[in-house]
């Protein structure tokens, strides 16, 4: 066997390593699923280029009434709300509006968690969902930073700023939970129907 063969076997090994390290296996969460329409402004800071840039936060949910955010990073992450976690979630999103003007009127600077949904997985591995509340500037600009790691690869993570504004987009989507879970299992109700 020639050293070019090797090299071509080697080089071969590595892409296929690469692929299933990097690209999340959508089959899990992704089947069965709907999603809500319209996504969630921020910005992400690229340390490659040194600067920030637009991001989209999205959710989809599954029949089981679980819901999955997913950012629109070149690694997508994904990051999942069991059935049960959705309306603290919900209900964390509303407090970090209610604190925004908090800080606003006493001119406060802060950052506290907002709350955590994370798992642990095999080896100890970490996935899930957290969200920061930031007051800067004596309470006069106010963010949340919307960290995920990806249930199903914890290499992919991100974590997306998100101004007040882009907080409410986000609540309506979350919001909308109940009602697209509803109609995914009508929908999954009518395609047994054919079968």
Known sequence: ??????????????????????????????SNTKSIPGVAHGWR?????????????SIYVDGNGNAYLRTDSIMTARGLLWR????????????????????????????KDLGKWFKTAEFDQKHGVALTFRATANGTTS?????????????????????MKHVRELLSLVSAVPQTVSSLQSEIKNRQLFK
């Open 1 to 30: 066997m020639s050293l070019s063969y090797v090299r071509t076997f080697a080089m071969l090994l590595a892409c296929l390593f690469a692929v299933a390290m990097f690209a999340p296996s959508a089959a899990y969460a992704e």
């Open 143 to 163: 963010h949340v930073i919307l960290t995920i790691i990806d249930f199903d690869n914890s290499f992919n993570s991100d974590s997306v700023v998100l101004e």
């Open 45 to 57: 800071f690229n340390e490659f280029l040194d600067k920030p840039l637009p991001a989209e936060v």
């Open 84 to 111: 049960d976690e959705v309306a603290a979630f919900e209900a964390a999103l509303t407090k970090a509006i209610e604190w925004s003007e908090v800080a606003r009127t006493n001119s406060a600077e802060v950052e």
